[in-house]
């Protein structure tokens, strides 16, 4: 159902949200201050889109979690770019999700929107953290 499936895709947001928060304070170099910020930005705005969505289609928005727990404890820039990079990759996940369960165009739209933002910045993330594969064949597809 996708509802269901969009819920999961605001959890992932709400938990980028509160990621991008927690990583802005081990963060020091200004171009990734800003890259950060930009990231927060813009799964706010995608958080935002998404509550509509729901409201509209009748159902009510699941409030985010009181806090989110990173693969790893955030206590450095280098374990902050890790838990970017995991955040970023959850929400390609629930993103594709919404677009294996969804006809609707308009929704399609946004999810693959989503899907290639959050692929883009993992990809970013993964530049910066010297991670390898930078790029991810099938984003959100859980192979890589």
Do not use: N
Not at 14 to 30: D, M
Not at 37 to 57: K, Q
């Amino acid at each position: 159902m996708s509802v269901e499936a969009v819920q999961d895709a605001l959890a992932a947001e709400h938990a980028a949200v509160w990621t991008y928060g927690l990583v802005s304070a081990f963060i020091a170099v200004p171009q990734l201050s800003a890259a950060v910020a930009d990231g927060a930005t813009a799964h706010r705005a995608r958080r935002d889109a998404t509550e509509r969505w729901l409201r509209d289609a009748g159902a009510t928005p699941r409030p985010p979690a009181a806090a989110y727990l990173p693969p790893q404890p955030v206590d450095s820039a280098a374990s902050a770019v890790a838990a970017l990079i995991a955040v970023e990759t959850d929400a390609c996940v629930a993103w594709r999700g919404v677009l294996e369960r969804t006809g609707d165009a308009a929704l399609r739209t946004s999810a693959l929107d989503a899907l290639t933002v959050s692929a883009v910045r993992a990809t970013r993330w993964r530049k910066v953290a010297g991670v390898t594969p930078t790029s991810i064949a099938f984003p959100g597809a859980g192979v890589g």
